[in-house]
């Protein structure tokens, strides 16, 4: 027999979409109270939420007549028909949180607008109504929601702890909070006042107060627009990269979303900043037209879906790189005080090697930005180095004749900030090598810094930026092997290379087909050539390959990536080299727009300061 499901059960369904734990309907009361143009929102909640949520703002309130209706299923004030979806304004248009909540809670709502002298208290439970009185009441609207799935315990026992709804809904919050700095919100969990933003529209005050000190200190602002497009927000310097994306935040038009085309978009953009398996701190706005995005595609509108997302996805990508490419992020040995308080002695420890591949917050010295030009490229003052000039000269210092490739000094534009700073006469004459350490390490005294360069990394980035250039500019030169190596793949890596043939082509191989899976390499980009025998190059760029996922990237990003590759094959294996050729590595990396990161993301130089010695060594005490 067929039967028509009364209201209340219709009700208890449709919240299984929308009210999945208490954080869902924590998430649709908040966005209702940000639609209603509240400038103060509180969330309250108990027990993770399940035994009591409260959420309170000072928005418009309901009006008296509309206070039953904002509890029917698809009832809402914000649409009237399909096409305001596409110049939609609000958070909210399915109109069912209400009624969902209510259904598989007991709610009660008080509420008041602005015009009415007094308020409406209204209680319903399961969805049905028990209560409907005036009360007085500030504007603005007040909703409780107790013992959520009381009365579906079937649904209940899909609840986890209250300790992890709990955090659900914090993390919630910290979202809310970052996607809307101009309103203040207040969180408090189990009557203890988790945080609170001020509200003052300052986006970067609310990464302090939610992430505290530390990360606050170590982002830098975005803010980017294109063909009606516009980015803004805060990035992470990679000395905060994360194990998850979890941190990767996005708000298309003021919502929170979570869309693997933004991460990826981001990542790509964070390409030579982050190392494998690490991601990036972000908090992105991104505002796009309405009538581009579509919201209605998830009914916890988490997900959207965008018109032009090759566009935006190239937007985002450029943005970010042009962003951290500007910045000067070089990974520093010293460490912040709670580290040091955990540990002993600088050189004592196992984990010395790994804690140094990870990059911590530069220093002022690091992060000096040039901030004043008296000539034109004369001189330069520079943050954290007080009035100290970085004198300028016309012509950069010749490379020396072995080393002069296009990619000479010459050739880089006298406007790039970053080159100018380093390849200074004065900067570059200050570099003294001091030598070598663990065959792959160079003690580099400049200034008051010892600077560390790896060898492999930095080569590896010369290479890589030689082979891109060459790329970009249509001057790929392949050196032909002779003989050329045969090499027998695998059937995986055979079809592996077959999705990629015509990306390696361009960069500079030269690969022939010789049947039975069988291939002849007969030529290798010119920037690798001679470092590693083409057999063993080859086998680990598809070994490399096959365990990342390029197919669905675009095809300039799998070009980078194929190149990074390379270059990372190339250079592989303790290579001796000559104090000579570290000095002519020295001057063409220092040439380069990133000189800090090799293409996988590993910091090529880091450094320590004076400073810090003299502390390790105790004549500083502080
Ligand atoms: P939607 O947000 O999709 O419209 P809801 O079920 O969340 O649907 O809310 C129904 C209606 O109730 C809203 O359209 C709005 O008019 C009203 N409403 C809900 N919460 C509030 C609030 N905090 N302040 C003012 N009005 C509210
Ligand atoms: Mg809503």
Redesign the pocket.
Known sequence: MIRELDAVTVDQIAAGEVVEKPANAIK??V???I??G?THITVEIEDGGISLMR?T?D????APD?VRR??LRH?????TQINDLYSLH???????????IAAVARVEII?RTQDELSGIRYCIEGGREVLYEEVGAPR??T?IARNLFYNTPAREKFLRKPQTEGSHVADLMEHMALSHPEIAFRFVNNHVDRFHTAGTGDLKENIYRIYGRDLAAAVVPIDCEQNGMRLSGYLGEPSVNRGSRSYELFFVNGRYIRDKVLSMALEEGYREYVMQHKFPFAVLSLTVPTDEVDVNVHPSKMEVRFRRVRELSAFITGAVHEVLSGREMLADVLRDEKEEQREGLLFAEENEAERYAIPHRAEPFEQMRIVQTTKPAEKLYAYGLKETPFIMSDSAPEPPEHQRTEMTTADQPATDPLTERILSETGREEYRILGQLFDTYWLIAYRDRLLLMDQHAAHEKVNYERMMKRYHEHAVITQLIDPAVVLNLTSAEYDLLQGFLEVFQKLGFEIEDFGDRAIALRGIPTDLYGAASGQTLFKDILDELSEEQLSDRDPQAVTMRIAGMACKASVKGNTPMTAEEVNALLDELLTLENPYHCPHGRPTIITMSKYEIDKRFKRIVD
Not at 59 to 62: N, V
Not at 75 to 79: E, G, L, Q
């Open positions: 649709e009361m966005e209702n109270a639609d209603a509240a959420v703002d928005g418009e309130g309901i509309d904002a509890f009832a809402t004030s914000k649409i609000t958070l909210g248009f399915r109109g069912e949180a209400l009624s969902s509420t603005g609207t909703i």
